[in-house]
């Protein structure tokens, strides 16, 4: 039976036992002692640390990275902010009328009602009581230095130096600089799941360069231990610490900084030709793609937003007409109008159904079908050829070139010169405008393409639309002859320390080398737009520094007939006219390419010429002042003798009217928001 | 043969029982463990009210191991009413069943804080590495039950042994979760060496032992696991990370001094110094509010709780119960030790719950059950 020969082995086991119990007595022995020496031999020792040097964990914010210009000027800095918050956990330790004094003393200094901090820590009651309750952003050096110096009667009151993203020229740039936020929780998702380590209340970049740069921006946070007392204050850092004496710290390592292509004088010159305008500027350099200068206006204060945006300053942004939140340089997209004409005549040219000399006529109207289209000049401009019809803008000059290529001729040099696509730009958002052709137009509306459509598309209405930094792309291409570059903001990025770690290269997105005749036509009317006395931008000429563009004015809204030269400054400001500009300079060896929207700013000639005017002298006279300073410049003109009689020829608008023809003209495809 | 419930080392009858034919103290129900067991949850429950009044994610949660606890009385209720022979037979069943609940584990399991240990039942979450323990043990008595190896375990007694052992272990290192495999190890240990290895044997295991320890410290170990080691040899080099909580937890229960500072007035754990205050560190926010006194007498507590556990395997007079009685009393030892060790610093930090103290479902079941057993196998010894 196995059960009772078990006996033996049982007893045998129970002989065993006592070296059980001893390996017992032995363990439970160990803890004893370790006890005894931990609570009785070193109590005292330990109940001090615990008593005065409470050692907690404390972040140390690392900077986020720095943004300067091209030439080194500090556009986007990290400078302190003081915050007035309490720790409840510590706070709830002091007596009732510690309280009391406390909240009479902070209501003093903040001067803000004790009711007001008492409904604050109220509303924080569901957080956990470690964690701080901000009362107060933003105090003034007065402030701290009062709350500082009462500190000791305050218990679980604490003065937080926080960093705050301050954009140094305040609402210049900021669409293309873009704003930080505290992470959201869907954020933080997002983030995370890409491996970054964010947490609740840290920043993060929502729009603009902050966002796009983020990973470079951003910098290591860091860590320190700080010995507190029983009341939260912060007594010793941990260096002069007895307990954790020798204990490294984890220091911060600031985020990367980036050198940036824009020039801030460009930008300011520019903002300050706006003025109250609304619209976007972009200028590029044609020999590279960088960006020289990108405004967008109206325009919002960052700064106001890093810390957290007040309700009412959003909801106001967001409800303003003129709309500052978005990026009219990239996010909105418009009919160019005649600044497209120069397309078609490249096209035209390219495709050799006209030469630089072919002439057709212009009698102010011409009938296609059983309908008239219209030219902006009541009276016609008589014979010309594609050098004069771009120097006056002349409609009919482009529907002749137009009925001879077809629409889809007009959209493969569209698309050539990099419209109707992303230019690249490293900056979201950014809509890709519109071609159409006809494989298009059966696709998106299942109808078949209509002639009269073609004509319009020629003067850049009908379904085209551009964005400002795709017209400033396209002016650039043509000025350097043919080269598309990809536009890029970031030149440089480099360590805090200012070790360069990256240089960014022009990029190359297409090449077309166009015929030197097409080139020399096509540039020749550009010139003649702002020097001829028949162009259209002649008021926005630059005696002794030509440069060439196209102006445009886009209807926005259909009109009468009779409205369509009526004036335009006596409408609603919703229904005036797109003012347009794109051009170059100087025209002869181009160094700078702009291009202008200005939203119903009316006529392109004094509604967008005027302000690329003022960033192209601006960029001349500053990097080439041996050519373009103001004293060469009289000197040369002087030294022209004769010199040229300025004309004074009326202005003539070359206002390309919505021909009703077009009765499915969709509605610009919804851009994105960015709310 | 094998066994079977009938068969009774002393010829008895049921008789026998009532008329106290044997020594008086065996006719009257063995209430030791329960009492014991008692007065250690009501010490940890009080324990736990001070711990989880602590404004975090703990707070209150003395309630839920409350209600634990009825749910662990009610089972200790039906353990007793079958007799321990019952487990012998199912020994193999609930070990395999405990088996593929850790396998589920891995594969439907919640995480928290990076590790894999839960499955949900309901709205409860159920810790199975929990319960390997004590299936472990079931199973190794059952094994070991009609073992006549003479002279010690050899090799070919380790091997099986060590495969149903190592299964676990491995599923509850793949969690991971090394304090439950650790202790694991540890009770097997401490079974095979009750038992007795072969001096020989022995020898090779520990060599082998030599060499595999620095080979599995770097393979098997996870970054963090080997950060804990390399801290608990020297705090100092991270006291802000990994050292952090030792450090802190070692001034909590030094700070305790002789007396305590008072229920509810540890300003370590009330202040959240004190990490996992209500789970592992549990033990830290008793001895830093109650002192040296307190602490004392808990580890009386304890030690009258190892005493009469370890009796109720001596005075087993079957070989199953005494190695199922002895296998969870190393259990509780192992867990003891290993716990209050971590929280003074004479051990390296593993997660390992201190029993009837730690905040913990699965860990409070897991210990009464232990207890039901035991006291089963205390008052069935001539009941069959």
Same mark, same amino acid.
């Given at each position: 039976?196995?059960?009772?020969?078990?006996?033996?082995?049982?007893?045998e086991?129970?002989?065993?036992?006592?070296?059980?119990?001893t390996?017992?007595?032995?363990?439970?022995?160990?803890?004893?002692?370790?006890?005894?020496?931990?609570?009785?031999?070193?109590?005292?020792?330990m109940?001090?640390?615990?008593?005065?040097?409470?050692?907690?964990?404390?972040?140390?914010?690392?900077?986020?990275?720095?943004?300067?210009?091209?030439?080194?000027t500090?556009?986007?800095?990290?400078r302190?902010?003081?915050?007035?918050?309490?720790?409840?956990?510590?706070?709830?330790?002091?007596?009732?009328?510690?309280?009391?004094?406390?909240?009479?003393?902070?209501?003093?200094?903040?001067?803000?009602?004790?009711?007001?901090? &008492?409904?604050?820590?109220? *509303? %924080?009651?569901?957080?956990?009581?470690? $964690?701080?309750?901000?009362?107060k952003? =933003? /105090?003034?050096?007065?402030?701290?230095?009062?709350?500082?110096?009462?500190?000791?009667?305050?218990?679980?009151?604490?003065?937080?130096?926080?960093?705050?993203?301050?954009?140094?020229?305040?609402?210049?740039?900021?669409h293309?600089?873009?704003?930080?936020?505290?992470?959201?929780?869907?954020?933080?998702?997002?983030?995370?799941?890409?491996?970054?380590?964010?947490?609740?209340?840290?920043?993060?970049?929502?729009?603009?360069?902050?966002?796009?740069?983020?990973?470079?921006?951003?910098?290591?946070?860091?860590?320190?231990?700080?010995?507190?007392?029983?009341?939260?204050?912060?007594?010793?850092?941990?260096?002069?610490?007895?307990?954790? &004496?020798?204990?490294?710290? *984890? %220091?911060?390592?600031?985020?990367?900084? $980036?050198?940036?292509?824009?020039?801030? =004088? /460009?930008?300011?010159?520019?903002?300050?030709?706006?003025?109250?305008?609304?619209?976007?500027?972009?200028?590029?350099d044609?020999?590279?793609?960088?960006?020289?200068?990108?405004?967008?206006?109206?325009?919002?204060?960052?700064?106001?937003?890093?810390?957290?945006?007040?309700?009412q300053?959003?909801?106001?942004?967001?409800?303003?007409?003129?709309?500052?939140?978005?990026?009219?340089?990239?996010?909105?997209?418009?009919?160019?109008?005649?600044?497209?004409?120069?397309?078609?005549?490249?096209?035209?040219?390219?495709?050799?159904?006209?030469?630089?000399?072919?002439?057709?006529?212009?009698?102010g109207?011409?009938?296609?079908?059983n309908?008239?289209?219209?030219?902006? *000049?009541?009276?016609?401009?008589?014979?010309?050829?594609?050098?004069?019809a771009?120097?006056?803008?002349?409609?009919?000059?482009?529907?002749?070139?137009?009925?001879?290529?077809?629409?889809?001729?007009?959209?493969?040099?569209?698309?050539?010169?990099?419209?109707?696509?992303?230019?690249?730009?490293?900056?979201?958002?950014?809509?890709?405008?519109?071609?159409?052709?006809?494989?298009?137009?059966?696709?998106?509306?299942?109808?078949?393409?209509?002639?009269?459509?073609?004509?319009?598309?020629?003067?850049?209405?009908?379904?085209?639309?551009?964005?400002?930094?795709?017209?400033a792309?396209?002016?650039?291409s043509?000025?350097?002859?043919?080269?598309?570059?990809?536009?890029?903001?970031?030149?440089?990025?480099?360590?805090?320390?200012?070790?360069?770690?990256?240089?960014?290269?022009?990029?190359i997105?297409e090449?077309?080398?166009?015929?030197?005749?097409?080139?020399?036509?096509?540039?020749?009317?550009?010139?003649?737009v702002?020097?001829?006395?028949?162009?259209?931008?002649?008021?926005?000429?630059?005696?002794?520094?030509?440069?060439?563009?196209?102006?445009?004015?886009?209807?926005?809204?259909?009109?009468?007939?009779?409205?369509?030269?009526?004036?335009?400054?006596?409408?609603?400001?919703?229904?005036?006219?797109?003012?347009?500009?794109?051009?170059?300079?100087?025209?002869?060896?181009?160094?700078?390419?702009?291009?202008?929207?200005?939203?119903?700013?009316?006529?392109?000639?004094s509604?967008?010429?005027?302000?690329?005017k003022?960033?192209?002298?601006?960029?001349?006279?500053?990097?080439?002042?041996?050519?373009?300073?103001?004293?060469?410049?009289?000197?040369?003109?002087?030294?022209?003798?004769?010199?040229?009689?300025?004309?004074?020829?009326?202005?003539?608008?070359d206002?390309?009217?919505?021909?009703?023809?077009?009765?499915?003209?969709?509605?610009?495809?919804?851009?994105?928001?960015?709310? | 043969?094998?066994?079977?419930?009938?068969?009774?080392?002393?010829?008895?009858?049921?008789?026998?029982?009532?008329?106290?034919?044997?020594?008086?103290?065996?006719?009257?129900?063995?209430?030791?463990?329960?009492l014991?067991?008692?007065?250690?949850?009501?010490?940890?429950?009080?324990?736990?009210?001070s711990?989880?009044?602590?404004e975090?994610?703990?707070?209150?949660?003395?309630?839920?191991?409350?209600?634990?606890?009825?749910?662990?009385?009610?089972?200790?209720?039906?353990?007793?009413?079958?007799?321990?022979?019952?487990?012998?037979?199912?020994?193999?069943?609930?070990?395999?069943?405990?088996?593929l609940?850790l396998?589920?584990?891995?594969?439907?399991?919640?995480?928290?804080?990076?590790?894999?240990?839960?499955?949900?039942?309901?709205?409860?979450?159920?810790?199975?590495?929990?319960?390997?323990?004590?299936?472990?043990?079931?199973?190794?008595?059952?094994?070991?039950?009609?073992?006549?190896?003479?002279?010690?375990?050899?090799?070919?007694?380790?091997?099986?042994?060590?495969?149903?052992?190592?299964?676990?272990?491995?599923?509850?290192?793949?969690?991971?979760?090394?304090?439950?495999?650790?202790?694991?190890?540890?009770?097997?240990?401490?079974?095979?060496?009750?038992?007795?290895?072969k001096?020989?044997?022995?020898?090779?295991?520990?060599?082998?032992?030599?060499?595999?320890?620095?080979?599995?410290?770097?393979?098997?170990?996870?970054?963090?696991?080997?950060?804990?080691?390399?801290?608990?040899?020297?705090?100092m080099?991270?006291?802000?990370?990994?050292?952090?909580?030792?450090?802190?937890?070692?001034?909590?229960?030094?700070?305790?001094?002789?007396?305590?500072?008072?229920?509810?007035?540890?300003?370590?754990?009330?202040?959240?110094?004190?990490?996992?205050?209500?789970?592992?560190?549990?033990?830290?926010?008793?001895?830093?509010?109650?002192?040296?006194?307190?602490?004392?007498?808990?580890?009386?507590?304890?030690?009258?709780?190892?005493?009469?556990?370890?009796?109720?395997?001596?005075?087993?007079?079957?070989?199953?119960?005494?190695?199922?009685?002895?296998?969870?009393?190393?259990?509780?030892?192992?867990?003891?030790?290993?716990?209050?060790?971590?929280?003074?610093?004479?051990?390296?930090?593993?997660?390992?719950?201190?029993?009837?103290?730690?905040?913990?479902?699965?860990?409070?079941?897991?210990?009464?059950?232990?207890?039901?057993?035991?006291?089963?196998?205390?008052?069935?010894?001539?009941?069959?």
């Open positions: 039976m196995a059960f009772l020969g078990q006996e033996e082995q049982i007893r086991f129970q002989d065993r036992f006592k070296y059980i119990y390996v017992v007595f032995i363990g439970l022995g160990m803890l004893l002692s370790r006890m005894v020496y931990l609570q009785v031999l070193k109590g005292d020792e109940r001090q640390y615990s008593e005065e040097n409470r050692i907690k964990k404390v972040k140390i914010a690392s900077p986020r990275g720095m943004i300067f210009d091209r030439n080194r500090l556009l986007i800095d990290n302190p902010a003081f915050d007035l918050e309490i720790v409840p956990q510590y706070f709830k330790l002091a007596t009732a009328e510690e309280r009391a004094e406390t909240f009479k003393l902070l209501s003093k200094i903040l001067r803000m009602p004790a009711s007001d901090i &008492q409904d604050v820590l109220n *509303k %924080a009651r569901m957080q956990p009581s470690f $964690l701080p309750v901000k009362v952003t =933003d /105090l003034s050096r007065d402030e701290v230095a009062e709350v500082e110096s009462w500190k000791i009667s305050m218990p679980g009151i604490q003065v937080e130096q926080e960093i705050k993203r301050t954009n140094i020229f305040g609402d210049v740039a900021s293309l600089l873009g704003y930080i936020g505290e992470v959201s929780p869907s954020d933080l998702l997002q983030l995370n799941a890409k491996g970054q380590k964010y947490k609740l209340g840290d920043s993060v970049g929502k729009y603009g360069l902050e966002q796009r740069m983020e990973d470079v921006l951003r910098g290591q946070d860091g860590e320190k231990l700080v010995e507190v007392d029983a009341f939260g204050r912060i007594k010793l850092e941990h260096g002069r610490s007895r307990v954790f &004496q020798g204990a490294a710290e *984890k %220091a911060a390592v600031p985020g990367k900084n $980036l050198i940036l292509s824009i020039d801030q =004088d /460009l930008q300011m010159a520019a903002t300050q030709a706006f003025g109250d305008k609304v619209g976007g500027l972009v200028a590029i044609p020999r590279s793609g960088e960006i020289l200068a990108m405004v967008s206006r109206p325009s919002f204060d960052p700064t106001s937003f890093s810390r957290g945006i007040p309700a300053l959003w909801t106001q942004l967001l409800n303003n007409e003129h709309r500052p939140l978005r990026d009219k340089t990239i996010q909105d997209h418009y009919s160019p109008g005649s600044v497209f004409k120069i397309v078609t005549a490249i096209a035209g040219l390219e495709e050799g159904v006209i030469d630089a000399n072919t002439k057709f006529h212009c009698a109207k011409m009938q296609v079908g309908r008239p289209y219209h030219c902006h *000049k009541k009276g016609g401009h008589g014979d010309l050829n594609v050098t004069s771009i120097t006056e803008s002349c409609d009919i000059f482009f529907y002749r070139v137009a009925q001879k290529l077809g629409v889809d001729k007009i959209a493969k040099w569209a698309t050539y010169l990099g419209l109707g696509r992303r230019t690249g730009i490293s900056l979201a958002r950014e809509v890709p405008g519109l071609i159409p052709t006809e494989a298009w137009k059966k696709k998106r509306f299942g109808q078949e393409w209509n002639g009269g459509e073609t004509l319009s598309v020629a003067i850049g209405q009908s379904y085209v639309l551009t964005t400002a930094i795709q017209l792309n396209l002016y650039a043509i000025a350097n002859g043919g080269t598309v570059y990809r536009p890029f903001l970031v030149r440089e990025i480099e360590t805090y320390e200012g070790q360069v770690l990256k240089n960014f290269k022009p990029e997105v090449t077309h080398r166009l015929r030197p005749e097409t080139l020399a036509a096509v540039k020749q009317g550009l010139w003649g702002v020097n001829s006395p028949h162009g259209t931008a002649i008021l926005s000429r630059l005696p002794g520094m030509d440069f060439a563009g196209k102006t445009g004015t886009v209807q926005v809204i259909r009109l009468a007939a009779d409205k369509i030269y009526g004036k335009c400054e006596n409408m609603k400001w919703r229904e005036r006219h797109n003012a347009m500009f794109a051009g170059y300079a100087p025209s002869n060896d181009p160094k700078i390419a702009v291009a202008v929207i200005g939203e119903h700013a009316c006529h392109g000639a509604g967008a010429a005027p302000i690329a003022a960033v192209i002298k601006t960029y001349l006279q500053k990097y080439y002042p041996e050519l373009y300073s103001d004293k060469v410049i009289a000197a040369r003109l002087k030294g022209e003798a004769a010199g040229l009689k300025l004309p004074k020829a009326p202005v003539q608008d206002i390309t009217p919505d021909d009703g023809n077009d009765t499915t003209l969709p509605e610009p495809p919804a851009p994105n928001r960015e709310d | 043969m094998t066994h079977t419930a009938m068969e009774s080392p002393v010829p008895h009858d049921e008789s026998s029982l009532r008329v106290g034919l044997y020594d008086e103290e065996f006719k009257k129900f063995n209430w030791n463990l329960l014991i067991q008692v007065v250690l949850f009501g010490i940890g429950l009080w324990n736990l009210m711990a989880t009044a602590v975090d994610k703990s707070q209150g949660l003395y309630r839920t191991q409350l209600l634990w606890f009825g749910v662990g009385t009610c089972l200790t209720a039906l353990i007793l009413l079958v007799h321990y022979s019952f487990f012998s037979r199912i020994a193999y069943v609930i070990y395999f069943m405990n088996l609940l396998a589920a584990v891995l594969v439907v399991g919640k995480e928290s804080l990076g590790a894999k240990r839960w499955i949900g039942v309901g709205g409860l979450r159920m810790q199975p590495s929990e319960f390997m323990k004590l299936s472990m043990v079931l199973c190794l008595a059952k094994y070991f039950e009609n073992d006549r190896t003479v002279g010690g375990l050899g090799v070919k007694e380790l091997i099986p042994a060590g495969l149903l052992v190592a299964i676990p272990s491995a599923l509850i290192m793949l969690q991971p979760d090394l304090g439950t495999a650790m202790i694991i190890l540890l009770v097997f240990g401490s079974m095979m060496m009750f038992l007795k290895i001096p020989q044997v022995l020898i090779a295991i520990a060599i082998c032992g030599a060499i595999a320890l620095p080979t599995a410290y770097k393979v098997a170990l996870k970054p963090y696991q080997r950060q804990r080691i390399v801290t608990f040899l020297d705090p080099t991270d006291p802000k990370g990994a050292g952090y909580n030792s450090i802190q937890s070692m001034i909590a229960v030094g700070s305790g001094k002789l007396f305590g500072k008072g229920y509810k007035k540890g300003t370590q754990s009330q202040l959240n110094f004190l990490p996992e205050h209500h789970t592992d560190f549990i033990f830290s926010v008793f001895s830093e509010e109650h002192g040296f006194v307190g602490c004392a007498v808990l580890l009386a507590m304890y030690m009258a709780f190892m005493i009469s556990g370890l009796a109720v395997a001596y005075q087993s007079h079957d070989k199953f119960g005494l190695l199922l009685a002895f296998g969870i009393m190393s259990i509780f030892f192992w867990h003891t030790f290993v716990n209050m060790g971590m929280v003074m610093g004479i051990l390296p930090i593993v997660g390992v719950p201190l029993p009837f103290l730690s905040y913990g479902g699965s860990s409070l079941l897991t210990s009464m059950l232990g207890v039901a057993i035991l006291t089963n196998i205390a008052n069935k010894k001539f009941m069959f």
